[in-house]
């Protein structure tokens, strides 16, 4: 089945638009938009391929998708990648004052500079000796300069 999919994928960009827009009503049941170009067509038949060779996304990664989509559409501000949750073992890495800092997601707080931490304001502030939002700080929340832009 592998060596299947790896073909198909493979011939994709070989084909020609005539050829792509007939896979893809095979793959998804109807006619592509008439406006879709070439240049998108292969990925998202490469992915349909994929998906129907190897299954698709989780179903609670497709609930938090929905949720998130759900959360936007009514207006509330984007989800950051805090609210998303970083795994244990997610590196961030800051340059502050020419030194590269880097903390680690631990299953329960984050190691910096061989310490463990309870939160990231924490560290920022080790580093910064000033009181900072450590999201903020760190990239993972947008500052109320950006949000305002």
């Known amino acids: 089945m592998k060596d299947s999919l790896d073909a198909q994928l493979e011939r994709l960009p070989r084909l020609k638009t ?14 592509p938009h ?3 170009r070439r240049e998108l067509l292969i990925p998202i038949l490469a992915y349909r391929l994929q998906e129907r060779a190897l ?11 929905r949720a998130i989509a759900d959360e936007m559409g009514e207006g509330k501000r984007p989800l950051s ?4 949750g970083a795994r244990p073992g ?3 890495v800051r340059q502050w ?10 299953e329960s ?13 924490e560290i920022a502030r080790a580093i910064t000796g000033t009181r900072w939002s450590g999201p903020a700080f760190f990239g993972l929340k947008k500052r109320k300069s ?4």
Not at 97 to 106: A, C, D, P, S
């Open 81 to 84: 990648i805090q609210t998303l």
């Open 18 to 31: 005539g050829e792509l827009r007939a896979l893809w009503g095979e793959m998804f049941g109807s006619s």
């Open 146 to 149: 950006e949000e305002a832009a």
């Open 34 to 36: 008439a406006k879709l």
């Open 90 to 92: 997610t590196r961030m």
């Open 109 to 121: 707080g984050f190691l910096y500079d061989g310490e463990k931490f309870r939160s990231l304001s």
């Open 55 to 65: 299954g698709g996304m989780k179903p609670s990664t497709a609930r938090r998708l």
């Open 97 to 106: 004052r020419g030194k590269l800092h880097e903390v680690i997601t631990l």
